[in-house]
């Protein structure tokens, strides 16, 4: 399917290919790599099933490397869209878009997080920031979004911490220019996916940071470094990773006594 | 569609010729897969030389070889055809050249996709012969596979899915030289009857001797064998075909030919 794609692109068309992400990502990734990125065609992979979208189905079906392996390949753009008007906004930017593209979508009937005021503002490649000004900042990717905002307001409301919070729909090309500004004003970056803390968000925001004087500190919220090996829900699974908002602000909380 | 005044001993001749020009380019780079360079050059001639459209830009017909690994020979065969200076070939392997090992399309007129991984080629024309059809364009698709392409499941799926989609204008033709990087096929994993695994896989079938020019030129020239189905031409042929010592001798998969080995195969060739 992706090598029927590459031949469909070489010859002037836009396709949009579509399954589950451990098939469309993994299983032929040699396809991607070299037909599709090493020809620098236009491509759109879509993938079905973040993280543990499909959490019950088991480890054949979680998609938690799928942004470290794609994020990996010369000319891939990668797309995480946050919520339902980013998935909207993305598969219109991406039908412009000149080169292999990766969209990686959820499943659960993720909420809408966008009100009237952001809803407009996606462009590849350039983050959107969804509250500014805090101390802290939560930085999500992909289904984490609406986590990351609940996250935020039981920080403020309990807390009295209020967050800066970015929606990091585009992991590659990584909005550098975002990250280095909320290093300079932040003490603390909290990178939020529902994928490995190895290579995916994580691991690009402290590619960037690692390069930059500053004390900020990055902190990756994702899932360890295993498989999961016991049956559970999606719910369950984030339970277990520290992925609820719940979670989230305990981290926020317990960084501070640390620094 | 082929040329009314080709000639098939002519082709033969220009085969010969580049058989020679590929075995001293194999020489000079120190490289290897000189062997299925051999075996495929019949093909590649009769294609290039006798069968394909080349005058219409949107019409002409697509050539993916997808055993990369004999790119030298899709070179060679270029070079001969007038789609780039022949003392280009001088460039083969030359650090910052486009002529890499495996087919590269970049920077080399007429090389239609990159390849090397075997398994590719198959899906990729598929992608071309659907938009050709999308886009009302009459050119074929001809796809050039090993042994070894014929061994990745992903061949079959290409295979399957061209059958399923009656994709007509698509043309492979497997280089049965019978002898792999790790030995004989049937010794490593046989494919027979391939050609019955073709068939049953929604294809019309043709045997050929892959080294007859004159058949070679018959049956691509004829394709689609059926209507409706796309055409598989198995063609018999023979590692390091053209070079005594060379012929059916697994060596000749990887090794460099010596300055006196490609003399011998200049004697032999060019007689």
Redesign the interface.
Known sequence: MLGTAAGLAREGMRPFVYSFIPFVIFRALEQIRIDICYHDLPVTIVGLGAGYSYGDMGATHHAIEDIAVSRSLPGMCVICPGDPWEVRRAVSALSAHNGPAYMRLAKRGEPVVHGPETRDDFQIGRAIVLQGGGEIALVATSNMLSTAVDAARILESAHGIRPTVVSMHTVKPLDELCIKRLSETCRAIFTIEEHSVLGGLGGAVSEVVASIPTRCAVHRIGVPDRFAHVSGSQAFYREQCGLTPDSVVRRVLESKVDE | MSHPAIDPTELQRAANRLRFEVTRMIADARSCHVGSCLSVMDILVALYGGVIRRDDPSGRDRIILSKGHAAAALYAVLAEYGYFPQEKLRDYLKDGSPFIAHTN?FGIPGVE??T??LG?G???????????R??RLPYRVFTILSEGDCQEG?TWE?AM?AAHHRLSSMVCIVDHNKIQNYGRVDEVLGLAPLDAKWRAAGWATRTVDGHDMGALVEALAAAPFELGRPSALIAHTIKGKGVSFMEDQLKWHYQTPTADEVETARVELMS
Do not use: D, K
């Open positions: 399309t996709f990159s090397g991984s590719h198959l899906s990729v024309a598929n992608g071309l012969a659907l938009a050709g999308m886009r992903s290409a899915f």
